[in-house]
C-alpha cells in the first residue's frame, strides 16, 4: 500500500492513522489467543503472569497443567474429549449426508416454494441458541432421549446442517450441469452420475460444510448444557463449569489444545476453499 | 399467424404442454424428494418442538382441571362481592379431591403466584380438613371464612376466578413487567419491580453497541484485506478467521484473564500511567467485559460479509472518482461507500441478530450488570423450573428475532449468506 508521491499530506498523515487502527483492530482480534499459550505453561496456580515469567525464568514454566489434564485424578477431561469427538463424528456425519442431499434439492431450478424451504431450513443458525436450546430439550424429553449420546448427535445435527447446506449450494452455485447430462447420455443411472461426477466435484464445498458442522458441534455448549447428564459431559460443558466455578490453569492447558486443534481445522478449510474455487474455474 | 395454431406433439403423439408439464412435475417430485429427509427431520424435532414452547407458554389447564366445579359455580357469580354459598360449597369438595390426590400443594403454589399469601391460608384449610374440624352438614361457607380472614377478602375470590380459562397470557404480560389486576384489567409493577423490562432494554442496548462497534472496527479492517494484495491480504485473513474457528470458551476464558483486575490489560494500563496500582479498575463481571468479549468475538461475522462485498468493488470506480476532481475522501463517501451498503447491512443484522440472543459470553463475563435476556431463560429453565415462562420469553424474543431474519432475507436473501 505505498502511497503514490503526489499525496497530499494530510491525506497521508490519514493513510497512517488508517494503518494504525487496522493494526489495532488485528491486534485486538488475535492477541486475546495468544495469552493463553504462556500461562498454561505457568509453574504457578495464579492465572497471571508471574514475576518469572516476566524475566523468562525457567523454572517458572512447567508442563504441570498438561500432566494434570491427562493424568490428573478425578479428572474429567479423558471421558468428556471422548464424548465431545464421538458427539462432534456422528452429528457431522448426519449433518454431511441430509445437507448434501437437501442441498442437491434446493440447488435444482425445479424446485417449489425454493424461498420459504431455504429459510427453514437455515433457521437453526439464526434462532437464538437459548430458544433452540429449551425447543429441542423439550422435544428430547419427550421422547426419552433427553442425557443419552444419541439426543445430543441429533440435536447437533439440527444445528450443524445449515451449514453443510451453505456451503454445498454455494458450490453447486457454480457447477456446471451439462457434465451429469454428458453422463446421463452415455448411459450412466443417476446413483452413478452423483458418485463420479457430481459428488468429486462439490466435494470441497461438502467437507468444508462438514468441518463447520464439526466445529459447531464440538464447541456448542448452550443445547448440551440442556440436554447433558453427568455420563455426556463434553469439553465444552467440562470448560464451562470450570470458568464459572474455578479458573484452573488446567482449563488453559486444554484451551491451548483446543486452539492448535482450531488452526489445523482453519488450515484444512482454507485448502478446500481454494481447491474448490479452482475446480469451479474461479481464478482470482 | 393463423387463428387456429397447431397443436405440436412429441414423436410418442402427446402434445409437447403436456408432456412438458409432466417432466416437469417429475423434476419437481425429484427436487423435493431430495430436499424431503432434512426438512422432515427438522420440522419434527426443531418447529414442532417451538409450537409446543408457544402452547406450554400459554398453557393454564393445570387449574382448570384441579378446580372443575368451583369454575362451574364461579360462573353464576358476578365477581363483586363475596361469592355464595354454593361456590364455597364446590371449592371445599374440590379441595377434598386434591387433599385426597396429594395435589393440594400444587394448587396453593399456584394460587400464591395469582394472589400473595394464598399458600398459607390454602394450608390452614389443608390443616382444618385433614383434622376432620369441617362439618359437612352445616354452612361450608361460615366455617371457611372462620379459618383465616383472607378467606373473607372478595379479592382471593377473584384471583381463583382469573384462572378459569385454560389459556392465559399473564407469562407474556410478567415478561414486560406487567400482571392481570384483580379486576381483570392490565396494570404495571411497581417501579422498582421492573426487572424485565430492563434485561429487554439492556439485550437491545448491548446488541445495538456491539454492532457498532463490530461496524467500526471491521469496516476498515474488510477494505484493507479487500484492496491489499493476494499475498498480504490472505496473511491478515488468517487473524479474523482464527478467532472465528476458535472456541467460544476458549476466547471467552481469554478475556477473563486478560480483563481480571490483576490482568494483562490493566498492568498494560498501570504501566503506560493511566491508573494507580492501588486503584485497578473492575473491568470484567459488568457491561465493559460484555462489550469487549462480543465485540471481538463477533467481529468475524462483521468482516467477512463487507469483504465478500468489497471484493467485488473495481478499484477504477474510486481512481475514476478521484480523477473527476473528488478528493479522495469525496470519492470514497460517494462512491465507495455507498457501494458497500449491501455487505454493512448484511453485516451488521447478522451481528445483531447474534448478539441479541448471546447467553455464554455475558453469563461469564457480565456478572449482574452484564446478564441478557437469554441468561433469564437459562435462569427460568434450570433454577426456578418455570419452564411456561421461560418459553414465552424465549418467544417473546424469537418473535424480535424472525422480524430481523426476514428483514435479512428481504435485504440480502439467506442464500446469499457466505462462511469463510
Known amino acids: 500500500m505505498a502511497l503514490p508521491s503526489y499525496t497530499e499530506t494530510r491525506y497521508r498523515i490519514w493513510h497512517y492513522v488508517y494503518i494504525a487502527i487496522c493494526t489495532f483492530v488485528f491486534f485486538f482480534l488475535i492477541a486475546p489467543l495468544f495469552v493463553i499459550f504462556p500461562l498454561s505453561f505457568n509453574a504457578e496456580e495464579f492465572l497471571v503472569f508471574s514475576e518469572g515469567m516476566k524475566n523468562l525464568d525457567p523454572d517458572a514454566f512447567s508442563l504441570r497443567w498438561y500432566k494434570d489434564m491427562i493424568y490428573g485424578t478425578k479428572n474429567p477431561w479423558g471421558l468428556a474429549a471422548k464424548n465431545s469427538f ?9 449433518s454431511i449426508i441430509l445437507g448434501t442431499l437437501a442441498a442437491l434439492g434446493l440447488s435444482s431450478r425445479h424446485m417449489p416454494y425454493k424461498g420459504i424451504i431455504m429459510a427453514t431450513l437455515i433457521s437453526p443458525m439464526i434462532v437464538p441458541l437459548i430458544i433452540s436450546g429449551v425447543a429441542i430439550f423439550f422435544f428430547m424429553a419427550k421422547v426419552g432421549l433427553a442425557a443419552t449420546h444419541t439426543g445430543i448427535v441429533l440435536a447437533h445435527i439440527i444445528l450443524g446442517t445449515p451449514f453443510v447446506v451453505i456451503t454445498v449450494t454455494a458450490t453447486l452455485s457454480g457447477f456446471d450441469h451439462s457434465v451429469t447430462r454428458a453422463a446421463a447420455s452415455l448411459g450412466s443411472n443417476p446413483v452413478n452420475t452423483f458418485m463420479k461426477i457430481t459428488l468429486p466435484l462439490i466435494l470441497p464445498g461438502v467437507i ?4 463447520f458442522a464439526f ?7 448452550v443445547v448440551v448444557l440442556f440436554l447433558a447428564g453427568l455420563e455426556n459431559t463434553t469439553i465444552p460443558i467440562q470448560m464451562w463449569t470450570g470458568l464459572r466455578e474455578q479458573l484452573s490453569p488446567t482449563i488453559l492447558a486444554v484451551a491451548t489444545c483446543l486452539i492448535i486443534l482450531s488452526t489445523l481445522i482453519l488450515i484444512s478449510a482454507e485448502l478446500l476453499r481454494r481447491r474448490s474455487e479452482r475446480l469451479r474455474g474461479i481464478n482470482r | 399467424m393463423s387463428s387456429e395454431t397447431k397443436q405440436i406433439l412429441t414423436t410418442d403423439g402427446i402434445p409437447l404442454e403436456v408432456s412438458l408439464k409432466k417432466a416437469e412435475k417429475k423434476n419437481k417430485i425429484k427436487a423435493f424428494l431430495l430436499v424431503a429427509p432434512l426438512l422432515l427431520f427438522l420440522i419434527i424435532t426443531y418447529v414442532f418442538p417451538i409450537g409446543e414452547m408457544f402452547s406450554r407458554s400459554i398453557d393454564d389447564k393445570m387449574i382448570t382441571n384441579m378446580l372443575p366445579k368451583t369454575f362451574k359455580e364461579m360462573e353464576k357469580w358476578d365477581g363483586k362481592e363475596l361469592p355464595s354459598e354454593e361456590v364455597f360449597t364446590a371449592f371445599y369438595y374440590d379441595y377434598k379431591v386434591l387433599v385426597k390426590k396429594q395435589e393440594h400443594g400444587k394448587l396453593g403454589q399456584r394460587l400464591n403466584k395469582e394472589k400473595n399469601g394464598f399458600n398459607s391460608i390454602t394450608k390452614k384449610l389443608f390443616r382444618q380438613i385433614k383434622r376432620k374440624k369441617i362439618d359437612e352438614s352445616i354452612s361450608i361457607k361460615e366455617q371457611i371464612m ?33 400482571y392481570y389486576a384483580a379486576d381483570g384489567s392490565i396494570s404495571q409493577v411497581e417501579e422498582d419491580r421492573r426487572i424485565h423490562r430492563i434485561l429487554w432494554l439492556r439485550t437491545l442496548e448491548i446488541a445495538f453497541f456491539v454492532t457498532l462497534f463490530c461496524f467500526l472496527m471491521g469496516y476498515p479492517i474488510a477494505h484493507l484485506l479487500a484492496t491489499l494484495p493476494m499475498k498480504y491480504s490472505n496473511l491478515l485473513m488468517i487473524c479474523v478467521l482464527l478467532p472465528f474457528w476458535t472456541s467460544l470458551l476458549v ?12 490482568g494483562v490489560v490493566n498492568d498494560f494500563f498501570v504501566m503506560i500511567g493511566l491508573v494507580a496500582d492501588d486503584n485497578r479498575p473492575e473491568m470484567m463481571y459488568n457491561k465493559v467485559g460484555t462489550y469487549v468479549a462480543m465485540t471481538q468475538i463477533l467481529l468475524p461475522f462483521m468482516v467477512l460479509p463487507l469483504y465478500s462485498v468489497m471484493k467485488t468493488i473495481s478499484p477504477s470506480l474510486m481512481r475514476a472518482g478521484k480523477s473527476l476532481g473528488g478528493t479522495p475522501f469525496v470519492a470514497f463517501w460517494k462512491v465507495y461507500f455507498p457501494l458497500t451498503i449491501p455487505g454493512i447491512g448484511a453485516g451488521c443484522l447478522l451481528v445483531f441478530i447474534l448478539a441479541i440472543g448471546y447467553y455464554i459470553t455475558p453469563a461469564l463475563v457480565g456478572g449482574a450488570s452484564g446478564t441478557l435476556i437469554s441468561n433469564q431463560i437459562a435462569f427460568h429453565m434450570k433454577q426456578t423450573l418455570d419452564w411456561s415462562f421461560a418459553s414465552a420469553m424465549g418467544l417473546m424474543l424469537l418473535s424480535g428475532v424472525l422480524v430481523i431474519y426476514w428483514i435479512y432475507n428481504k435485504l440480502v436473501g439467506v442464500d446469499n449468506i457466505k462462511l469463510g
Not at chain 2, 153 to 158: A, I, K, P, T
Not at chain 2, 254 to 262: A, E, F, G, P, V
Request: aromatic content about 12%; cysteine-free; glycine content about 6%.
Open chain 2, 251 to 262: 476466547r471467552t476464558a481469554s478475556w477473563m484473564i486478560l480483563l481480571q483486575q490483576q
Open chain 1, 86 to 94: 464421538i458427539i462432534a463424528i456422528f452429528a457431522t456425519i448426519g
Open chain 1, 215 to 221: 466445529v459447531t458441534s464440538f464447541d456448542e455448549v
Open chain 2, 146 to 178: 372462620k379459618i383465616h380472614k383472607r378467606w373473607r377478602n372478595v379479592e382471593y375470590w377473584q384471583a381463583i376466578k382469573r384462572t378459569a380459562p385454560p389459556y392465559t397470557m399473564s407469562k407474556y404480560l410478567k415478561g414486560m413487567d406487567m
Open chain 1, 208 to 211: 468444508s460444510g462438514g468441518l
